[in-house]
């Protein structure tokens, strides 16, 4: 069982920044991609941002980059996603997923090739 659990939402105002942090624990892969995807109410899951197993390569949006940046810890089994000059239209819940399949190719943009997934957490940027 694997178990991936998100924090460091909320509801903050445009301009700010929030960093959002994801645990993983329970069965253990001695490699693995992390990725980030959020959901808007009313549109479907999107990636934001993935990163490979030795955090050499890097996946992001074009709307997001210089504003979003991944890392990860793997001591603390942890992947963050550092966001910052929040925009309204960052609102969404923020999920993370990890892909057990694919190590050794960068991170895919597609949900699907994700195996395991968090519960979620709500970022809300107010104007």
């Known amino acids: 069982q694997v178990q991936l659990v998100e924090s460091g939402g909320g509801l903050v105002q445009a301009g700010a920044s929030l960093r959002l942090s994801c645990a993983y624990s329970?069965?253990?892969?001695?490699?693995?991609?992390m990725g980030w995807f959020r959901q808007a109410p009313g549109k479907e899951r999107e990636f934001v941002v993935g990163?490979?197993?030795?955090?050499?390569?890097?996946k992001i949006v074009d709307s997001m980059k210089g504003r979003f940046t991944i890392s990860r810890d793997d001591a603390k089994n942890t992947v963050y996603l550092q966001m910052n000059v929040l925009k309204p239209e960052d609102t969404a819940v923020y999920y993370c997923?990890?892909?057990?399949?694919?190590?050794?190719?960068?991170?895919?943009?597609?949900?699907?090739?994700?195996?395991?997934w968090g519960q979620g957490t709500q970022v809300t940027v107010s104007t």
């Open positions: 997923a990890l892909d057990r399949s694919n190590v050794g190719q960068a991170p895919s943009k597609l949900w699907s090739e994700y195996d395991y």
């Open positions: 990163i490979s197993w030795s955090g050499g390569r890097t």
């Open positions: 329970g069965r253990t892969f001695t490699s693995y991609i």
